[in-house]
């Protein structure tokens, strides 16, 4: 149980920096509600388990290539949030979307899945779960204590996500048409920032 408790922590504190995957969930919260929030946040806490679980099962091979690797990770994680941001500045007058508006599974998967693979090719993701390396590796390489660190990783990072889109998605409530048309030109901006970043951290890294 103090395994778990220890992989809910960190789980929880590592979802819950400031990042584009944050932003990204706040978005989709705002405008589809908080299905969409929600499931963006699940393919974030799917990828933090993933990380979790090369820690905790012994994979310090892989563990130490993906590090090596966070500069080509950095460079494909920087298109994508760049070519996310440019799409949502010309999409930002659209339609805003009813609260009843009902989702398709199809767009909640592919919430989900473009979420773990934008976490995946975070470098930041990568170098948080590098420095939290020894707290995630259980005593004697248990794969039992394993699977229960890396279960608590899953859970505490769900929660925060849970938290976030639930949250947010209370507030939808409040926003007018035009303050959401203002929050996709924001997100649109912090996106192509976020993206400009991501190829600076390839450039020094």
């Given at each position: 149980m103090d395994l778990f408790v220890r992989g809910v922590a960190i789980g929880f504190v590592i979802a819950a920096g400031l990042g584009p995957i944050g932003l990204l969930c706040i978005r989709r919260s705002l405008e589809s509600g908080f299905?969409?929030?929600?499931?963006?946040?699940l393919g974030a806490a799917t990828?933090?388990?993933a990380y979790a679980a090369v820690a905790a099962f012994g994979a310090s091979a892989l563990g130490a290539a993906l590090v090596d690797a966070r500069r080509p990770l950095a460079v494909a994680g920087g298109i994508v949030l760049i070519a996310l941001g440019v799409n949502a500045w010309l999409h930002a007058a659209d339609r805003v979307a009813a609260a009843d508006d009902r989702l398709s599974r199809r767009d909640v998967v592919t919430a989900w899945a473009t979420t773990v693979g934008l976490t995946l090719t975070n470098p930041m993701t990568i170098l948080s779960f590098a420095a939290a390396f020894v707290a995630l590796v259980p005593p004697d390489q248990d794969p039992g204590a394993a699977a229960r660190i890396v279960a608590g990783v899953g859970l505490g990072s769900a929660t925060w996500w849970l938290i976030l889109a639930g949250g947010t998605s209370i507030v939808r409530r409040?926003?007018?048409p035009r303050g959401l048309r203002g929050v996709r030109y924001a997100s649109a901006v912090l996106f192509i920032g976020f993206g400009i970043v991501a190829f600076g951290t390839a450039l020094v890294s």
């Amino acid at each position: 149980m103090d395994l778990f408790v220890r992989g809910v922590a960190i789980g929880f504190v590592i979802a819950a920096g400031l990042g584009p995957i944050g932003l990204l969930c706040i978005r989709r919260s705002l405008e589809s509600g908080f299905g969409l929030g929600f499931a963006t946040g699940l393919g974030a806490a799917t990828a933090d388990a993933a990380y979790a679980a090369v820690a905790a099962f012994g994979a310090s091979a892989l563990g130490a290539a993906l590090v090596d690797a966070r500069r080509p990770l950095a460079v494909a994680g920087g298109i994508v949030l760049i070519a996310l941001g440019v799409n949502a500045w010309l999409h930002a007058a659209d339609r805003v979307a009813a609260a009843d508006d009902r989702l398709s599974r199809r767009d909640v998967v592919t919430a989900w899945a473009t979420t773990v693979g934008l976490t995946l090719t975070n470098p930041m993701t990568i170098l948080s779960f590098a420095a939290a390396f020894v707290a995630l590796v259980p005593p004697d390489q248990d794969p039992g204590a394993a699977a229960r660190i890396v279960a608590g990783v899953g859970l505490g990072s769900a929660t925060w996500w849970l938290i976030l889109a639930g949250g947010t998605s209370i507030v939808r409530r409040a926003v007018t048409p035009r303050g959401l048309r203002g929050v996709r030109y924001a997100s649109a901006v912090l996106f192509i920032g976020f993206g400009i970043v991501a190829f600076g951290t390839a450039l020094v890294s």
